[in-house]
């Protein structure tokens, strides 16, 4: 039911996307639009950045909601049956949304950068092959070879600087989900005469689960405002200048025999 459901929901925002984008597309003027923006830059936002809208940002919205209930139920069950770990709990909680929170920004911002820096690939090759028998005969193919190459280092620079960033925030969020396991299991062998020996096992377990949990609801929750990106590129369709309606309300009022005319011939010899 939930990935029927999903997929249902996921359609129709797909089809309401792209029906608005490419309907303001098509009503956009040439002179204030196509003539100033490139076709790499149409069909960049027409092919990537919607195909990441329409499959890739809702499995993980899909993934990162299931995680999320998961998570909670996980964290109420342990906190009923060992109230204390509450503490352990709200720590890690804190520890993450704080981290996440300050790397979301970095990591939107390098895949707008990513996504940006694409269109002139695409730009480049559509050049190419609408320019091929021309670049052929002046034999400036090693030139258009080496401007294709140097556009696309400069994109995978941004490509790899979003994917290293993440591997970074999520080395330290399992070094600090590392410290403070540790210091849970330290300070419950110094208070080993005070508590029982059982109910730490079985802290010690939840713990580890959720620090997994949390890590991955947080991984999630990055990617989402990544892919998000994506999706603003796409509905940047609609802010364009539009041509006049199709229809004025002056055409309302004209008769419904209009327009009616006639050619009529008279002393034609």
Not at 114 to 124: A, H, K, L
Not at 194 to 212: C, K, R, S
Not at 218 to 231: E, P
Request: net charge neutral; with cysteine; charged share 20%.
């Amino acid at each position: 039911l939930r990935v029927v459901s999903t997929c249902e929901v996921s359609r129709r925002a797909s089809l309401a996307v792209h029906s608005r984008t490419f309907w303001c597309m098509l009503r956009a003027p040439v002179s204030e639009y196509f003539d100033v923006t490139t076709s790499g830059e149409i069909v960049n936002k027409f092919s990537k950045d919607l195909e990441t809208g329409d499959s890739l940002l809702p499995e993980t919205c899909m993934q990162f909601l299931s995680n999320s209930s998961q998570l909670a139920t996980i964290g109420i069950l342990s906190t009923y049956a060992i109230p204390w770990f509450a503490a352990v709990l709200a720590v890690l909680g804190i520890v993450f949304v704080f981290i996440g929170r300050q790397f979301v920004g970095i990591s939107r911002d390098l895949k707008r950068l990513e996504g940006s820096t694409r269109s002139p690939v695409f730009n480049v090759f559509a050049e190419t092959l609408s320019g091929l028998e021309t670049i052929r005969a002046w034999k400036a193919q090693e030139r258009f070879l080496q401007e294709f190459h140097r556009r696309a280092k400069h994109n995978l620079g941004f490509f790899f600087a979003a994917g290293l960033s993440e591997s970074w925030v999520m080395a330290r969020l399992e070094a600090i989900s590392f410290s403070i396991i540790g210091a849970f299991a330290f300070s419950a062998v110094l208070m080993r005469g005070n508590v029982e020996p059982q109910l730490v096992g079985l802290a010690m377990v939840y713990a580890i689960q959720l620090t997994a949990m949390l890590q991955r609801t947080v991984q999630l929750s990055i990617m989402i405002n990544q892919q998000s990106t994506s999706l603003e590129r796409v509905r940047s369709f609609e802010s364009v200048p539009q041509e006049p309606a199709l229809t004025m309300g002056a055409d309302k009022a004209l008769p419904k025999a209009w327009p009616h005319g006639e050619v009529s011939f008279e002393g034609v010899q």
